[in-house]
Protein backbone atom coordinates (compact mmCIF):
# COMPACT_ATOMS: atom_id res chain seq x y z
CA UNK A 1 0.00 0.00 0.00
CA UNK A 2 1.52 3.48 -0.82
CA UNK A 3 2.06 5.53 2.04
CA UNK A 4 0.52 8.84 1.68
CA UNK A 5 1.66 12.01 3.98
CA UNK A 6 -1.49 15.05 4.68
CA UNK A 7 -0.42 17.91 5.62
CA UNK A 8 -2.72 19.88 7.19
CA UNK A 9 -3.42 23.40 9.05
CA UNK A 10 -4.18 22.19 11.95
CA UNK A 11 -6.90 18.67 11.30
CA UNK A 12 -7.44 16.74 12.99
CA UNK A 13 -7.53 19.46 15.66
CA UNK A 14 -9.72 22.19 16.02
CA UNK A 15 -12.63 22.29 13.62
CA UNK A 16 -11.34 24.88 11.09
CA UNK A 17 -10.94 22.02 8.64
CA UNK A 18 -13.44 19.28 9.43
CA UNK A 19 -16.15 19.99 7.25
CA UNK A 20 -13.96 20.35 4.27
CA UNK A 21 -11.55 17.37 4.90
CA UNK A 22 -13.26 15.04 6.47
CA UNK A 23 -14.85 12.98 3.83
CA UNK A 24 -12.06 12.71 1.91
CA UNK A 25 -10.11 11.71 5.22
CA UNK A 26 -12.23 8.84 5.40
CA UNK A 27 -11.13 8.12 1.64
CA UNK A 28 -7.61 7.97 2.38
CA UNK A 29 -7.32 6.17 5.55
CA UNK A 30 -8.98 3.32 3.55
CA UNK A 31 -6.85 3.10 0.25
CA UNK A 32 -3.30 4.48 1.66
CA UNK A 33 -1.01 3.37 4.16
CA UNK A 34 -1.49 7.02 5.89
CA UNK A 35 0.28 9.59 8.03
CA UNK A 36 -0.97 13.08 8.57
CA UNK A 37 1.12 16.52 9.51
CA UNK A 38 -0.65 19.25 11.05
CA UNK A 39 0.94 22.40 12.23
CA UNK A 40 1.07 22.78 15.88
CA UNK A 41 -2.47 24.53 17.30
CA UNK A 42 -3.35 24.99 20.79
CA UNK A 43 -6.98 23.70 20.11
CA UNK A 44 -7.63 20.11 20.98
CA UNK A 45 -8.19 17.13 18.95
CA UNK A 46 -11.63 17.12 17.68
CA UNK A 47 -11.96 14.12 15.80
CA UNK A 48 -10.95 11.06 17.04
CA UNK A 49 -8.10 9.15 14.99
CA UNK A 50 -7.42 5.33 14.74
CA UNK A 51 -3.75 4.98 17.23
CA UNK A 52 -2.67 3.00 14.10
CA UNK A 53 -2.87 6.27 12.35
CA UNK A 54 0.74 8.57 12.94
CA UNK A 55 -0.31 12.12 13.65
CA UNK A 56 2.47 14.26 13.62
CA UNK A 57 2.58 17.98 14.15
CA UNK A 58 5.16 20.98 12.84
CA UNK A 59 5.97 24.55 14.54
CA UNK A 60 7.25 27.40 12.90
CA UNK A 61 9.92 29.63 14.44
CA UNK A 62 10.50 33.12 14.14
CA UNK A 63 12.76 33.90 11.78
CA UNK A 64 13.93 36.87 13.77
CA UNK A 65 15.48 35.07 16.14
CA UNK A 66 19.28 34.25 16.78
CA UNK A 67 22.15 36.94 16.36
CA UNK A 68 23.26 38.86 13.27
CA UNK A 69 25.20 35.82 11.77
CA UNK A 70 22.22 33.65 12.08
CA UNK A 71 19.98 35.96 10.11
CA UNK A 72 22.58 36.13 7.49
CA UNK A 73 22.79 32.51 7.11
CA UNK A 74 19.20 32.30 7.16
CA UNK A 75 19.28 34.78 4.26
CA UNK A 76 21.98 33.43 2.51
CA UNK A 77 20.58 29.78 2.55
CA UNK A 78 17.34 31.21 0.94
CA UNK A 79 18.92 33.10 -2.22
CA UNK A 80 20.84 30.25 -3.03
CA UNK A 81 17.60 28.52 -4.16
CA UNK A 82 16.89 29.20 -7.87
CA UNK A 83 13.08 29.53 -7.08
CA UNK A 84 13.79 31.91 -4.69
CA UNK A 85 15.72 33.81 -6.82
CA UNK A 86 13.73 33.69 -9.73
CA UNK A 87 10.44 34.68 -7.04
CA UNK A 88 12.12 37.37 -6.34
CA UNK A 89 13.68 38.87 -9.21
CA UNK A 90 9.42 39.07 -10.70
CA UNK A 91 8.94 40.92 -7.40
CA UNK A 92 11.34 43.71 -8.18
CA UNK A 93 9.08 44.70 -10.79
CA UNK A 94 10.17 48.35 -11.64
CA UNK A 95 6.08 49.48 -11.69
CA UNK A 96 5.97 47.96 -7.83
CA UNK A 97 6.54 50.60 -5.72
CA UNK A 98 10.00 50.38 -3.80
CA UNK A 99 7.74 49.47 -0.49
CA UNK A 100 5.76 46.81 -1.65
CA UNK A 101 9.24 45.42 -3.76
CA UNK A 102 10.64 45.37 -0.32
CA UNK A 103 7.57 43.73 1.39
CA UNK A 104 7.24 41.23 -1.35
CA UNK A 105 11.22 39.98 -0.89
CA UNK A 106 11.10 39.63 3.04
CA UNK A 107 7.45 38.03 1.99
CA UNK A 108 9.23 35.28 -0.57
CA UNK A 109 11.97 34.49 1.94
CA UNK A 110 9.82 34.23 5.32
CA UNK A 111 7.77 31.60 3.51
CA UNK A 112 11.05 29.62 2.23
CA UNK A 113 12.59 29.65 5.58
CA UNK A 114 8.90 28.25 6.77
CA UNK A 115 9.18 25.93 3.94
CA UNK A 116 13.02 24.57 5.12
CA UNK A 117 11.32 24.24 8.87
CA UNK A 118 8.46 21.84 7.47
CA UNK A 119 11.17 19.93 5.20
CA UNK A 120 13.16 18.94 8.04
CA UNK A 121 10.03 17.90 10.30
CA UNK A 122 8.57 15.67 6.72
CA UNK A 123 12.31 14.21 7.03
CA UNK A 124 12.43 13.75 10.61
CA UNK A 125 8.56 11.52 10.29
CA UNK A 126 9.95 9.42 7.48
CA UNK A 127 12.98 8.03 8.52
CA UNK A 128 11.60 4.29 8.76
CA UNK A 129 9.75 4.62 5.04
CA UNK A 130 9.76 7.01 2.57
CA UNK A 131 6.37 8.71 1.49
CA UNK A 132 4.71 7.70 -2.52
CA UNK A 133 3.13 10.76 -1.93
CA UNK A 134 2.70 13.70 -0.63
CA UNK A 135 -0.56 15.82 -0.13
CA UNK A 136 -0.73 19.15 1.12
CA UNK A 137 -4.64 20.37 1.73
CA UNK A 138 -3.33 23.57 1.06
CA UNK A 139 -0.92 25.48 -0.88
CA UNK A 140 1.38 27.08 1.01
CA UNK A 141 4.91 26.54 2.66
CA UNK A 142 3.91 22.67 2.94
CA UNK A 143 3.61 22.35 -0.77
CA UNK A 144 7.41 23.67 -1.14
CA UNK A 145 9.03 21.71 1.17
CA UNK A 146 7.59 18.51 0.12
CA UNK A 147 8.59 19.85 -3.49
CA UNK A 148 12.08 20.20 -2.48
CA UNK A 149 11.94 16.28 -0.84
CA UNK A 150 11.54 15.29 -4.53
CA UNK A 151 15.46 15.84 -5.05
CA UNK A 152 16.01 13.83 -2.23
CA UNK A 153 13.53 11.19 -3.03
CA UNK A 154 13.18 11.29 -6.65
CA UNK A 155 10.28 8.63 -6.89
CA UNK A 156 8.17 10.93 -4.42
CA UNK A 157 4.72 12.66 -5.94
CA UNK A 158 3.72 16.29 -4.95
CA UNK A 159 0.20 17.01 -5.15
CA UNK A 160 -1.61 20.53 -3.43
CA UNK A 161 -5.05 21.57 -3.39
CA UNK A 162 -5.91 25.16 -3.36
CA UNK A 163 -8.78 27.06 -2.02
CA UNK A 164 -8.98 31.06 -1.67
CA UNK A 165 -7.09 32.69 -0.02
CA UNK A 166 -4.18 30.49 -0.88
CA UNK A 167 -4.76 31.03 -5.00
CA UNK A 168 -6.23 34.92 -5.25
CA UNK A 169 -3.50 37.10 -5.76
CA UNK A 170 -6.34 39.51 -4.53
CA UNK A 171 -6.62 38.08 -1.02
CA UNK A 172 -3.31 38.94 -0.31
CA UNK A 173 -1.95 42.48 1.14
CA UNK A 174 0.52 42.77 -1.67
CA UNK A 175 -1.20 41.22 -4.02
CA UNK A 176 1.70 38.21 -4.35
CA UNK A 177 1.13 34.53 -3.59
CA UNK A 178 5.16 33.50 -3.29
CA UNK A 179 6.53 31.08 -5.63
CA UNK A 180 3.77 29.82 -7.22
CA UNK A 181 5.72 29.23 -10.76
CA UNK A 182 8.00 26.85 -9.03
CA UNK A 183 5.20 25.34 -7.24
CA UNK A 184 3.32 24.86 -10.91
CA UNK A 185 6.13 23.11 -12.50
CA UNK A 186 7.52 20.97 -9.89
CA UNK A 187 4.00 19.71 -8.69
CA UNK A 188 2.56 16.41 -10.00
CA UNK A 189 -1.23 17.86 -9.69
CA UNK A 190 -2.33 21.01 -8.89
CA UNK A 191 -6.18 20.44 -7.53
CA UNK A 192 -8.63 23.03 -7.31
CA UNK A 193 -12.15 23.17 -5.74
CA UNK A 194 -14.16 24.57 -8.61
CA UNK A 195 -13.32 25.20 -12.57
CA UNK A 196 -13.19 29.27 -11.98
CA UNK A 197 -10.51 28.51 -9.78
CA UNK A 198 -8.40 26.50 -12.16
CA UNK A 199 -9.17 28.92 -14.45
CA UNK A 200 -7.92 31.77 -12.46
CA UNK A 201 -4.69 29.85 -12.00
CA UNK A 202 -4.01 28.94 -15.41
CA UNK A 203 -4.50 32.24 -15.99
CA UNK A 204 -1.82 33.92 -13.97
CA UNK A 205 0.65 31.02 -14.46
CA UNK A 206 0.66 29.46 -18.09
CA UNK A 207 -1.59 26.76 -20.11
CA UNK A 208 1.93 24.60 -19.70
CA UNK A 209 0.40 23.44 -16.88
CA UNK A 210 -2.92 22.72 -17.90
CA UNK A 211 -2.38 18.94 -17.99
CA UNK A 212 -1.67 18.80 -14.66
CA UNK A 213 -5.00 21.11 -13.25
CA UNK A 214 -7.51 18.93 -12.05
CA UNK A 215 -11.01 20.46 -10.73
CA UNK A 216 -12.03 18.22 -7.69
CA UNK A 217 -14.94 19.08 -6.17
CA UNK A 218 -15.21 18.74 -2.32
CA UNK A 219 -18.80 18.38 -1.58
CA UNK A 220 -20.38 17.67 1.02
CA UNK A 221 -22.23 14.51 3.07
CA UNK A 222 -25.60 12.97 1.73
CA UNK A 223 -28.16 15.10 3.84
CA UNK A 224 -32.06 14.33 5.04
CA UNK A 225 -33.84 16.32 2.44
CA UNK A 226 -36.26 18.89 3.96
CA UNK A 227 -39.99 18.50 3.60
CA UNK A 228 -40.47 22.22 2.59
CA UNK A 229 -43.71 23.97 3.07
CA UNK A 230 -43.93 26.74 0.59
CA UNK A 231 -47.22 27.80 1.77
CA UNK A 232 -45.73 28.92 5.31
CA UNK A 233 -44.20 32.61 5.72
CA UNK A 234 -41.11 33.18 3.52
CA UNK A 235 -38.16 31.51 5.71
CA UNK A 236 -34.46 32.61 4.58
CA UNK A 237 -31.57 30.88 5.84
CA UNK A 238 -27.76 31.87 5.26
CA UNK A 239 -24.82 30.03 6.95
CA UNK A 240 -21.28 31.11 7.01
CA UNK A 241 -18.58 33.06 9.08
CA UNK A 242 -19.57 36.63 10.28
CA UNK A 243 -16.54 38.32 8.75
CA UNK A 244 -16.71 41.03 6.59
CA UNK A 245 -15.66 39.24 3.41
CA UNK A 246 -19.12 37.40 3.64
CA UNK A 247 -21.21 40.53 3.26
CA UNK A 248 -24.00 39.36 5.88
CA UNK A 249 -24.87 43.42 6.17
CA UNK A 250 -26.19 42.97 2.27
CA UNK A 251 -28.67 40.51 3.54
CA UNK A 252 -29.83 42.80 6.66
CA UNK A 253 -30.52 46.11 4.17
CA UNK A 254 -31.79 43.93 1.56
CA UNK A 255 -34.55 42.94 4.28
CA UNK A 256 -34.86 45.96 5.59
CA UNK A 257 -35.88 47.08 1.68
CA UNK A 258 -38.35 43.86 1.41
CA UNK A 259 -42.44 45.65 1.19
CA UNK A 260 -43.59 45.96 4.25
CA UNK A 261 -46.70 43.77 4.00
CA UNK A 262 -44.58 40.55 2.96
CA UNK A 263 -43.55 38.61 5.93
CA UNK A 264 -40.12 37.05 6.20
CA UNK A 265 -38.17 34.82 8.89
CA UNK A 266 -34.40 35.25 8.54
CA UNK A 267 -32.02 33.11 10.30
CA UNK A 268 -28.05 32.99 10.46
CA UNK A 269 -26.20 29.91 11.60
CA UNK A 270 -22.36 31.07 12.24
CA UNK A 271 -19.94 33.15 14.48
CA UNK A 272 -17.26 35.50 14.61
CA UNK A 273 -15.45 38.91 15.22
CA UNK A 274 -18.86 40.98 13.50
CA UNK A 275 -21.48 39.27 15.67
CA UNK A 276 -21.93 42.05 18.01
CA UNK A 277 -21.77 44.54 15.13
CA UNK A 278 -24.21 42.78 12.39
CA UNK A 279 -26.49 41.78 15.57
CA UNK A 280 -26.52 45.58 16.22
CA UNK A 281 -27.32 46.96 12.98
CA UNK A 282 -30.14 43.85 12.18
CA UNK A 283 -31.87 45.70 15.40
CA UNK A 284 -31.16 49.16 14.24
CA UNK A 285 -32.59 48.27 10.60
CA UNK A 286 -35.01 45.40 10.93
CA UNK A 287 -36.26 46.06 14.48
CA UNK A 288 -39.30 48.51 12.48
CA UNK A 289 -40.06 46.18 9.68
CA UNK A 290 -43.10 44.96 11.71
CA UNK A 291 -43.22 41.24 9.55
CA UNK A 292 -39.60 40.66 9.23
CA UNK A 293 -37.91 38.79 12.47
CA UNK A 294 -34.31 37.32 12.52
CA UNK A 295 -32.41 35.35 14.70
CA UNK A 296 -28.57 34.77 14.96
CA UNK A 297 -27.61 31.35 16.01
CA UNK A 298 -24.05 31.54 16.35
CA UNK A 299 -21.83 28.51 15.41
CA UNK A 300 -23.41 25.14 14.83
CA UNK A 301 -22.35 22.12 14.38
CA UNK A 302 -22.97 20.88 10.27
CA UNK A 303 -24.30 17.82 11.86
CA UNK A 304 -27.38 19.83 13.20
CA UNK A 305 -28.02 22.04 10.74
CA UNK A 306 -30.07 19.53 8.44
CA UNK A 307 -32.44 19.39 11.75
CA UNK A 308 -32.45 22.96 12.59
CA UNK A 309 -33.53 23.94 8.63
CA UNK A 310 -36.01 21.50 9.18
CA UNK A 311 -37.47 22.90 12.93
CA UNK A 312 -37.03 26.21 11.15
CA UNK A 313 -39.39 25.49 7.76
CA UNK A 314 -36.32 26.97 5.79
CA UNK A 315 -37.23 27.33 2.19
CA UNK A 316 -34.60 29.49 1.11
CA UNK A 317 -30.69 29.83 1.22
CA UNK A 318 -28.88 33.28 0.75
CA UNK A 319 -25.04 33.84 0.32
CA UNK A 320 -23.91 37.66 -0.17
CA UNK A 321 -20.23 36.59 -0.32
CA UNK A 322 -17.51 38.86 -1.94
CA UNK A 323 -15.27 36.05 -2.23
CA UNK A 324 -14.88 32.24 -2.56
CA UNK A 325 -11.98 29.93 -2.95
CA UNK A 326 -14.42 26.81 -4.30
CA UNK A 327 -18.23 26.33 -3.79
CA UNK A 328 -19.83 27.33 0.28
CA UNK A 329 -19.81 24.02 1.83
CA UNK A 330 -23.37 25.73 3.49
CA UNK A 331 -24.03 26.37 -0.08
CA UNK A 332 -23.31 22.19 -1.14
CA UNK A 333 -25.18 21.43 1.71
CA UNK A 334 -28.52 23.50 1.32
CA UNK A 335 -28.35 21.82 -1.99
CA UNK A 336 -28.46 18.49 -0.33
CA UNK A 337 -31.49 18.88 1.58
CA UNK A 338 -33.09 20.61 -1.62
CA UNK A 339 -32.90 24.38 -0.77
CA UNK A 340 -32.79 26.66 -3.80
CA UNK A 341 -30.06 29.61 -3.14
CA UNK A 342 -30.12 32.88 -3.98
CA UNK A 343 -26.02 33.79 -4.07
CA UNK A 344 -23.05 36.01 -5.98
CA UNK A 345 -20.89 35.14 -9.04
CA UNK A 346 -17.84 34.47 -7.00
CA UNK A 347 -15.62 31.68 -6.79
CA UNK A 348 -17.43 28.71 -7.80
CA UNK A 349 -21.02 29.79 -7.35
CA UNK A 350 -21.92 29.85 -10.53
CA UNK A 351 -21.30 26.64 -11.11
CA UNK A 352 -24.31 25.40 -8.84
CA UNK A 353 -26.59 28.62 -9.22
CA UNK A 354 -28.09 27.87 -12.66
CA UNK A 355 -30.70 31.32 -12.30
CA UNK A 356 -34.24 30.45 -12.72
CA UNK A 357 -33.59 26.70 -11.89
CA UNK A 358 -31.59 26.01 -8.74
CA UNK A 359 -31.90 29.66 -7.59
CA UNK A 360 -31.13 33.28 -8.64
CA UNK A 361 -27.32 34.42 -9.07
CA UNK A 362 -26.41 37.57 -8.07
CA UNK A 363 -23.47 39.94 -9.73
CA UNK A 364 -20.10 39.78 -7.80
CA UNK A 365 -20.84 43.23 -6.55
CA UNK A 366 -24.71 43.84 -6.25
CA UNK A 367 -26.48 46.20 -5.38
CA UNK A 368 -28.82 46.08 -2.09
CA UNK A 369 -31.85 46.44 -4.67
CA UNK A 370 -30.63 43.47 -6.76
CA UNK A 371 -30.51 41.80 -3.77
CA UNK A 372 -33.63 42.27 -2.83
CA UNK A 373 -35.08 41.83 -6.24
CA UNK A 374 -33.74 38.33 -6.13
CA UNK A 375 -35.64 37.55 -2.65
CA UNK A 376 -38.96 39.34 -4.25
CA UNK A 377 -38.30 36.76 -7.44
CA UNK A 378 -38.30 33.67 -5.02
CA UNK A 379 -41.36 35.18 -2.91
CA UNK A 380 -43.73 35.60 -5.96
CA UNK A 381 -42.64 32.03 -7.78
CA UNK A 382 -45.81 29.69 -7.68
CA UNK A 383 -45.23 26.53 -5.48
CA UNK A 384 -44.96 24.98 -8.45
CA UNK A 385 -41.77 26.73 -9.76
CA UNK A 386 -40.49 26.72 -6.18
CA UNK A 387 -40.92 22.67 -6.12
CA UNK A 388 -39.14 22.33 -9.28
CA UNK A 389 -35.92 24.51 -8.03
CA UNK A 390 -36.16 22.76 -5.01
CA UNK A 391 -35.74 19.31 -6.82
CA UNK A 392 -33.27 20.53 -9.42
CA UNK A 393 -31.22 21.76 -6.91
CA UNK A 394 -30.80 18.72 -4.87
CA UNK A 395 -30.11 16.63 -8.44
CA UNK A 396 -27.76 19.03 -9.17
CA UNK A 397 -26.15 18.49 -5.81
CA UNK A 398 -26.42 14.25 -6.32
CA UNK A 399 -24.69 14.56 -9.66
CA UNK A 400 -21.93 16.91 -8.93
CA UNK A 401 -21.20 17.78 -5.09
CA UNK A 402 -21.62 13.94 -3.59
CA UNK A 403 -18.48 14.29 -0.92
CA UNK A 404 -18.39 10.48 -0.94
CA UNK A 405 -18.26 10.51 -4.71
CA UNK A 406 -16.12 13.03 -4.98
CA UNK A 407 -13.50 11.44 -2.87
CA UNK A 408 -13.41 8.05 -4.37
CA UNK A 409 -13.31 10.15 -7.34
CA UNK A 410 -9.76 11.67 -5.72
CA UNK A 411 -8.79 8.95 -4.52
CA UNK A 412 -8.32 7.23 -7.68
CA UNK A 413 -6.84 10.25 -9.00
CA UNK A 414 -3.88 9.58 -6.12
CA UNK A 415 -3.76 6.16 -7.03
CA UNK A 416 -2.87 6.50 -10.71
CA UNK A 417 0.25 8.74 -10.09
Same mark, same amino acid.
Given at each position: ?????????????????????????????????????????????????????? *???????????????????????????????????????? !?????? !?????????????????????????????????????????????????????????????????????????????????????????????????????????????????????????????????????????????????????????????????????????????????????????????????????????????????????????????????? *??????????????????????????? *????????????????????????????????????????????????????????????????
Amino acid at each position: MQRLILITNGFPFGNSERSFLLREFYSLIHNFDLVILARETEETLSYPISESIP *VYQYKLSSHASGNIFKRIWKIGSCIIHKPVLLDICKAMDP !RMKKGN !RRARIKQIMAYYLDAMQIEQRIIEISETREPDIIYTYWCNQATVAALNLKRKWEKLKVVTRFHGADLYEERKKDHWQPLRDYIAKQSDKLVFACEAGKTYFLSRWGRAHESKAVVSFLGCAPQKRLDINFTKAFCLVSCSNMISLKRIDYIIEALSKMPDDIPVVWHHFGDGDMRQSLEAYAKKLLDRKKLVSYHFWGYIMNEELNKMYQQIGAQLFITTSETEGG *VPVSLQEAFAMGLPAVGTAVGGIPEMI *VPHKTGFLLPPNPSIEQVTDALMQYYRSSVEDKQAMSTLAYKHWEEHYDADKNAQHFVEMLRSL
